[in-house]
């Protein structure tokens, strides 16, 4: 089964504040995927990729950017973290695109912005 | 694009008793897959069903693609059947990425 592991699991910050999240998969999966998750709004895409050096833009891009620099790592960067980022975030995997190939999720980061 | 109705938002049963999850797409969807989070935890794949009726285990999903609606059946639930049920589909023709409901938080008593 593909292993993906995301660092940190929790995280606290303020206002204003650089944030990076970290995500590492080692099955050599094309596709990764970072969401986030609150309540009240299930799980919503902010970026994703389909591979070292590319990134596509997900449903809620704003104030995050993203870089996919090696087929096994994806990072999400929050340059000035505001309340609103609050969340849980999942990174996840997949070998190919869509929902014909299973996407295989982190543990999630939890993140506050105070 | 793709929007997608999860219902109901949240359900308690008494264990053994059967579990019922609905899905609702607005358009006609290509793929549907249903997902399982755990209290607290990460989400992992249950099944993968486009279309028809497929099974695994105690759980069976049916999806009518021309009325845009799919089910998650869970017969003779378990306490550790507890956690939140997504449905997600991939969300247009030309893009890999997905579309999730709001999940349906299921609660099984002893």
């Known amino acids: 089964e593909a292993a993906v592991t995301q660092s940190p699991r929790n995280k606290v910050t303020v206002t204003g504040g650089n944030v990076t999240l970290s995500c590492r998969q080692t099955?050599?999966?094309?596709?990764m995927y970072w969401y986030r998750q609150d309540t009240g709004h299930g799980l919503r895409l902010i970026h994703y990729s389909y591979g070292a050096g590319n990134l596509q833009i997900g449903d809620v891009p704003d104030g995050y950017k993203a870089t996919r620099t090696t087929q096994e790592d994806f990072f999400l960067l929050l340059e000035l973290a505001s309340p609103s980022q609050t969340s849980l975030y999942f990174c996840?995997?997949?070998?190919?695109?869509?929902?014909?190939?299973?996407?295989?999720f982190g543990p999630g980061t939890r993140l506050l912005v105070l | 694009g793709q929007q997608v109705q999860q219902s109901p938002a949240s359900l308690v049963l008494q264990e053994g008793e059967n579990a019922e999850l609905q899905c609702n797409f607005s358009s006609t969807a290509t793929q549907l897959q249903w997902f399982y989070q755990r209290p607290g935890g990460s989400l992992v794949s249950l099944l993968y069903?486009?279309?028809g009726t497929k099974h695994t285990g105690r759980l069976t999903s049916t999806t009518v693609t021309k009325e845009r609606r799919s089910s998650l059946h869970i017969s003779s639930s378990q306490i550790t059947d507890s956690g939140t049920y997504f449905c997600a589909m991939k969300a247009g023709a030309n893009t890999g990425k997905l579309t999730f409901g709001h999940g349906t938080i299921l609660r099984v008593h002893p």
């Open positions: 996840a995997s997949s070998e190919r695109g869509g929902a014909r190939y299973t996407q295989y």
């Open positions: 069903n486009p279309s």
């Open positions: 099955n050599s999966h094309n596709y």
